[in-house]
């Protein structure tokens, strides 16, 4: 299995920009459709943006189409998301996720492999 690890969070303003990596180990990132992820507390995990393993297909929910981009390094091993303009709604802690072989999904429940997370803050 592959494992993931996110990082990149942080506090950041209103109108503001961040860019989140997410890291692969355990096998070749270049295998994997890859989806990134956010949980607000008390509120459901919520899809974000897909990519296909070779880069060549994005994409995403409505809520951050336009302001937030995905891409991916395959030869890094590693997976972005560029996210502009952010608003105080997009706090969250965001997630990258690989879903089950042969998915191509914003569906939360088609992933299975997770990595721990990271925080993002904006304030107004």
């Known amino acids: 299995q592959v494992q993931l690890v996110e990082s990149g969070g942080g506090l950041v303003q209103a109108g503001g920009s961040l860019r989140l990596s997410c890291t692969a180990s355990?096998?070749?990132?270049?295998?994997?459709?890859m989806g990134w992820f956010r949980q607000a507390p008390g509120k459901e995990r919520e899809s974000l943006a897909v990519?296909?393993?070779?880069?060549?297909?994005?994409d995403y929910t409505d809520s951050v189409k336009g302001r937030f981009t995905i891409s991916r390094d395959n030869a890094k091993n590693t997976v972005y998301l560029q996210m502009n303009s952010l608003k105080p709604e997009d706090t969250a802690i965001y997630y990258c996720?690989?879903?089950?072989?042969?998915?191509?999904?914003?569906?939360?429940?088609?992933?299975?492999?997770w990595g721990q997370g990271t925080q993002v803050t904006v304030s107004s």
């Open positions: 996720a690989a879903p089950r072989p042969g998915y191509y999904s914003l569906r939360p429940n088609d992933y299975r492999n």
């Open positions: 990519i296909s393993g070779a880069g060549t297909r994005t």
């Open positions: 355990g096998r070749a990132l270049s295998e994997y459709v």
